[in-house]
């Protein structure tokens, strides 16, 4: 079965701390992409980081980036110098399908930031 | 550039009540998607279109749930009858292209929270 399992329901980070969210999934495909997604209160899904799972590299964004470890199939996310709009709902996902054509999400991780 | 846009941002029906939902993607976006996201999981893709073709709709209750995109723009998804499960936020998406990687991103709408009474 395609899974995606984010062990943090929630997680709590104060203004300006370091967080990391994490995530792990199960594919037995070889070519891939995986993605974090943020969704506030207002429902909007927001792109915020990717990674090709034949790079290596680990993906950055400003203050997100990326763990990736393609063998233990574990893609964390952290956020450096949280702010207070980084609260929302982070949901973890990956490609799959003929043509990696559907994205199948974790159960997410509420992530709340204290001033 | 105008994002995916959602009708009606919130519906409360009685249970056996038929609903319809309606989507916008962005302009030029061949791939449109729709999503039930139940409350505390993740997004599940219900059906993907390219252009007016359906690509994937392994996951959509053929025997209640319907949808279609005429002209290959915008999209309608109905239930009929509903059922108090299909309680949920319905989370439509486009891409410029069907591959989710690279230039296939997705882009999602507000979603439509619907309440079976």
């Known amino acids: 079965a395609q899974t995606v399992t984010q062990s943090q329901p929630e997680m709590s980070v104060q203004e300006a701390e370091t967080v990391t969210l994490s995530c792990t999934y199960d594919t037995s495909e070889s070519d891939y992409y995986l993605f974090w997604y943020k969704q506030p209160p207002s429902r909007q899904m927001i792109l915020v980081i990717r990674q090709e799972a034949y790079k290596q590299q680990n993906a950055t964004e400003n203050r997100f980036s990326v763990n990736f470890q393609k063998a233990a199939k574990s893609f964390s996310l952290k956020i450096s110098d949280s702010q207070l709009g980084d609260a929302a709902m982070y949901f973890c996902?990956?490609?799959?399908?003929?043509?990696?054509?559907?994205?199948?999400f974790g159960a997410g991780t509420i992530l709340r930031v204290k001033s | 550039e105008a994002g995916v846009a959602q009708s009606p941002r919130y519906k409360i029906i009685e249970k056996r009540q038929s609903v319809a939902f309606w989507c916008n993607p962005i302009s030029g976006h061949a791939t449109l998607y729709w999503y039930q996201q139940i409350l505390g999981q993740g997004p599940k893709l219900l059906i993907q279109f390219q252009n007016n073709g359906v690509v994937d709709d392994s996951q959509l209750p053929k025997d209640r749930f319907s949808a279609e995109r005429l002209k290959g723009v915008d999209s309608t998804l109905k239930i009929q009858p509903a059922k108090l499960e299909d309680s949920a936020v319905y989370l439509c998406?486009?891409?410029?292209?069907?591959?989710?990687?690279?230039?296939?991103?997705?882009?999602f709408g507000p979603g439509t929270r619907l309440t079976v009474l």
């Open positions: 996902a990956y490609t799959t399908g003929e043509y990696g054509n559907k994205l199948v």
């Open positions: 998406a486009s891409s410029l292209r069907p591959l989710t990687g690279g230039e296939g991103e997705q882009f």
